[in-house]
């Protein structure tokens, strides 16, 4: 499925998605790299567009869909945030947040999810903790990446 379609198909989402990385804020969208750009099939600012759902919930920030072959695509959940030993069970809740609305509310955007480290924490400022460290574990033991500065995605093809 084509990432914008599964957008669509997600009610609380149904009119968000934006080509390219429009639905980034400009200062997010600066601390993103792609190796081809063209692959972006689109975004989708997810805190943003659930913001009046579940205002008291810890939302995850984006969405980002990767063309991988034909009209397949495939998602990756990108969450910036001030990366601190402190901040990893915030992480974690939002995460776990994250899972629980793409399994109840969109499921066709958890089938596209990629599979080999789709949550990516990209911290918007200095990262002060090291990745030999326990809250480096837990991020680990949950599926989230080490927080960056600057976030390189780089694709990755795989047959379907």
Same mark, same amino acid.
């Given at each position: 499925?084509?990432?914008q379609d599964t957008v669509a198909n997600s009610n609380d989402v149904r009119?968000?998605?934006?080509?390219?990385?429009?639905?980034?804020?400009?200062?997010?969208?600066?601390?993103?790299?792609?190796?081809?750009?063209?692959?972006?099939?689109?975004? $989708?600012? $997810?805190?943003?567009?659930?913001?009046?759902?579940?205002?008291?919930?810890?939302?995850?920030?984006?969405?980002?869909?990767? !063309?991988?072959?034909?009209?397949?695509?495939?998602?990756?959940?990108?969450?910036?945030?001030? @990366?601190?030993?402190?901040?990893?069970? !915030?992480?974690?809740?939002?995460?776990?947040? $994250?899972?629980?609305?793409?399994?109840?509310? @969109?499921?066709?955007?958890?089938?596209?999810?990629?599979?080999?480290?789709?949550?990516?924490?990209?911290?918007?400022?200095?990262?002060?903790?090291?990745?030999?460290?326990?809250?480096? !574990?837990?991020?680990?033991?949950?599926?989230?990446?080490?927080?960056?500065?600057?976030?390189?995605?780089?694709?990755?093809?795989? !047959?379907?």
């Amino acid at each position: 499925m084509r990432f914008q379609d599964t957008v669509a198909n997600s009610n609380d989402v149904r009119d968000c998605y934006r080509a390219g990385l429009q639905a980034l804020l400009e200062r997010d969208r600066n601390r993103l790299s792609f190796k081809d750009p063209r692959k972006i099939s689109g975004s $989708l600012n $997810l805190d943003a567009a659930v913001d009046g759902l579940y205002r008291d919930q810890p939302r995850w920030d984006y969405g980002i869909g990767i !063309k991988k072959t034909g009209s397949t695509d495939e998602a990756i959940w990108i969450e910036v945030h001030p @990366a601190d030993a402190n901040q990893v069970q !915030k992480l974690i809740n939002k995460l776990t947040w $994250l899972k629980n609305w793409l399994n109840n509310r @969109a499921k066709d955007l958890m089938s596209i999810t990629e599979r080999d480290s789709p949550y990516i924490w990209v911290s918007s400022g200095r990262v002060p903790f090291q990745q030999t460290s326990p809250q480096a !574990k837990r991020l680990a033991l949950a599926g989230i990446t080490f927080p960056r500065e600057y976030y390189y995605i780089q694709t990755r093809w795989r !047959k379907s």
